[in-house]
């Protein structure tokens, strides 16, 4: 059965510290990986994907892992913002184009 | 929300009621989709549709239906509302579909059915 696992749940955080979110899947045939950001009361934004041949994606102070032989993703935040405060979700496409999410990581960032 | 709307953003009803929510897009893109969000469950695809006319089901269907009469709104029906379809529904539109597609999202509407 395609699934999408993400862990922790929940995290707390001080605002300036690094984290790193974790996604386990096993969704196959493995087409991409991407990681959304879903502030509060609004719709999730796309931070990055990754195909198979890609294990290292950077969009800002966000940088996603992804290693396809063991089919784990990781989100590393760094430096992190009040405004990093949200729910990161993983989702993964299957080469049969069905689209799996994750239950997100609900991040809180303290000042 | 890259010019997706969504409408109403909130609507209480009753058991039993017709609902219908609107998403309107001004990106002239192609597919749009409708999505639930529960908590416990990651995003669960309702219906999409590939062009005006031209819809297909996802996984959680059953009491919804859709209808797509122009490129910019895609309708979503709840027959006859029940409480199980309590839920934040997010439409999302794309440009090309499939493989690499990018999802943007609109910003929700959270109904709450009594």
């Known amino acids: 059965k395609n699934q999408v696992e993400q862990s922790p749940q929940s995290l707390i955080i001080l605002e300036g510290k690094n984290c790193t979110l974790q996604c386990n899947y096993t969704v196959s045939p493995f087409s991409n990986l991407r990681w959304y950001k879903q502030d509060t009361g609004r719709g999730p934004v796309s931070l990055t994907i990754?195909?198979?041949?890609?294990n290292t994606k950077s969009n800002g102070r966000y940088t996603a892992t992804l290693d396809a032989d063991t089919k784990q993703s990781s989100l590393h935040i760094t430096a992190s913002q009040l405004s990093d405060s949200a729910s990161y979700i993983c989702?993964?496409?299957?080469?049969?184009?069905?689209?799996?999410f994750g239950k997100g990581t609900r991040l809180h960032i303290l000042p | 929300d890259a010019g997706i709307t969504q409408s109403p953003r909130h609507k209480v009803t009753e058991t039993g009621t017709p609902v219908t929510l609107r998403c309107h897009q001004t990106e002239n893109h192609r597919y749009m989709y409708w999505y639930r969000q529960d908590p416990g469950h990651g995003l669960r695809l309702i219906h999409y549709?590939?062009?005006?006319?031209?819809?297909d089901k996802g996984e959680v269907s059953d009491g919804y239906s859709v209808s797509r009469s122009k490129t910019e709104d895609f309708l979503l029906t709840l027959e006859s509302a029940t409480s199980s379809q309590t839920s934040v529904y997010f439409c999302?539109?794309?440009?090309?579909?499939?493989?690499?597609?990018?999802?943007?999202f609109g910003p929700g509407t959270r109904l709450l059915v009594l």
């Open positions: 549709s590939y062009g005006v006319k031209d819809t």
């Open positions: 989702v993964v496409r299957s080469g049969d184009d069905k689209i799996i």
């Open positions: 990754m195909t198979f041949s890609e």
């Open positions: 999302a539109i794309s440009d090309i579909g499939g493989g690499l597609e990018t999802q943007y």
